[in-house]
């Protein structure tokens, strides 16, 4: 589906507890200009009660894409990941690692937790911008993702 053929925006969550990188990926979804939706938890359990529709979250849509930091308060973001994938409700949701950590360990245990992608953040501001548009042009401009991260085989 074209991006100009959505008929609801895109339901993005991003887990992540440094309000400057909260606010430098809100900066650069709006200048991707696609109609998207983002829902910011702090730390690895608000993100599990978000996903499980817990508690206040019992509205919540369910995300198209998850964008994971590694490094969380509560509940680290390999956990959160380890039960994401382990969740038959929520393993189809694809989980794109967006942390800090250039750790090899890291890169290795996220994947063998069946991280769709991993991504180190960049400290300058234009090429953190660039990072953001460039998983969001391929998650949700080029991948078929099925609806709302569901499908189960008969």
Not at 8 to 22: A, H, K, M, Y
Not at 33 to 39: A, H, M
Not at 133 to 141: A, H, N, Q, R, V
Request: negative net charge; aromatic residues 4%; charged residues 30%.
């Amino acid at each position: 589906m074209q991006r100009s053929q959505r008929v609801r925006p895109v339901e993005i969550l991003l887990v992540e507890d440094n309000p400057g990188d909260v606010r430098l990926t809100v900066e650069a979804l709006k200048e991707a200009k696609v109609l998207n939706q983002l829902t910011v938890v702090k730390d690895g359990i608000e993100a599990l009660s978000f996903l499980r529709r817990q508690g206040p979250h019992q509205q919540a849509a369910r995300p198209d894409l998850i964008l994971l930091d590694l490094n969380l308060p509560r509940k680290d973001g390999r956990e959160v990941l380890a039960e994401i994938k382990a969740d038959d409700d929520l393993k189809r949701i694809p989980v794109v690692i967006l942390t800090t950590s250039q750790d090899e360990q890291d890169v290795l245990k996220t994947y063998n937790l069946y991280a769709n992608c991993y991504i180190t953040k960049p400290v300058d501001l234009e090429q953190f911008i660039t990072v953001v548009k460039s998983i969001e042009d391929f998650w949700l401009g080029i991948v078929v993702l099925p609806k709302n991260g569901k499908g189960h085989l008969a």
